[in-house]
């Protein structure tokens, strides 16, 4: 069987591993334990959505052979557009990726106390341990251990997540119509919106176009990019149902505050037993350092392009890039800080930035250089769908992080 026909999880598992982290994990156990099974809906329309951007990004990498970053740099030929989308990327890839690390630290060092259940290890090395196996992992420069590695967290994350679920025996028929009949009960728009910007994230535009221009070299090699993306992403929102319908079953209706990812592990216990709990906190390790892999990877790709440095795992301005941010999360977990205006500020940053990457990803997947692989009128009209969502999701970011609402 030729290389091209035959099926490897690739470049869409590294976008899988990197939309779900710990932010999402309490995004996703908030939801169900708040709404049920009534906002799973947001879940479905968040999958196909990110499968109609990701597509996208995927064969722009492939045919171009190169990332989102570097076509942006190209077709942003004015220098005040290229300033502008410069300190944007910056903004919120690489900066609010750095804090954002800090969380998939802690998620990752949560689980794992959780699963060791001893006090052998000072809880605030947990996170200086974690980063030091990402900087080993993302040391080694070849890509197709670091996909590996992904590959198998995303596998881990099923099995666990998955296997919590079923340990709650969910109502069925409750979880059926929660995904095929939208709702919007009082008071949940913003979780919605969380759950929609938890799923479509503009720096997985950025590392799924540079990756798939790593790992499939010829055009030929598309129809095997389009069955990755076919498998890693409704597997990814897979795993998001799973911990909605998980907090829904054990959870809704009663009155218990959840205030982080591990509240969710340790309240299963009395309920489901010490299996719902490890599961869970298998969970969130898997969750917690499968994005501190990816977002260090997706800041390298999109700086690196948008600078016009070359997007090569080996050399030394993507080295900086990932190991900064690694660093910084590093430093910012294990202190305990929580730093809520760098946050807000990251949150402004994507905001603006998620439209105006979309914007440009159709832009430049209209391109004339595509030649037959540029959008055809269906994949623009998807697009422009998914663009204007990003809109208004970004819209209902900024006004929230104003306060306007």
Known sequence: ???????????????????????????????????????????????????????????????????????????????????????????????????????????ASLGLADLLQ????????????????????????????????????????????????????????ALLKGLLWPSLPAGSVLTVVALIGTTVVPYNLFLHASSAAQKWRSV??????????????????????AIVATAAAAFFGQAIQLQSAADLGQALRPLFGDYASYFMATGLFAAGISSALTAPLASAYALSGVLGFRADLASWPFRLTWLIILLVGVVIASSGFRPVSVIWFAQVANGLLLPMIAIFLLWACNQQRLGIYRNNRRQNAFGIAVVMVAIGLGLRSLASAFGWL
């Open 1 to 107: 069987m030729s290389h091209s026909k035959r099926f490897s999880m690739g470049p869409a598992a590294l976008v899988a591993a990197a939309f779900i982290g710990p932010g999402t994990v309490v995004t996703a156990s908030l939801a169900g334990a708040n709404f049920g099974y009534a906002l799973l809906w947001a879940l479905v329309f968040s999958v196909i959505a990110t499968m109609i951007l990701q597509e996208m990004a995927a064969r722009l990498g492939v045919v171009t052979q190169q990332g989102l970053g570097e076509n942006i740099r190209a077709m942003a030929a004015a220098p005040w557009l290229r300033w502008i989308l410069l300190s944007l990327v910056v903004a919120a890839v690489v900066v609010g990726n750095s804090v954002y690390q800090a969380g998939n630290l802690s998620g």
């Open 118 to 173: 001893a006090t052998v290890i000072q809880p605030s090395w947990l996170p200086i341990m974690i980063g030091a196996v990402a900087v080993v992992v993302l040391a080694t420069g070849r890509y197709g251990l670091i996909e590996k590695v992904l590959i198998g967290l995303v596998l881990l994350m099923s099995i666990a997540f998955v296997g919590t679920f079923l340990l709650t025996n969910p109502d069925w028929s």
């Open 220 to 241: 030929e090699q598309l129809s095997a990019a389009k069955r990755d993306l076919a498998i890693s992403i409704p597997l990814g929102g897979l795993i998001s149902i």
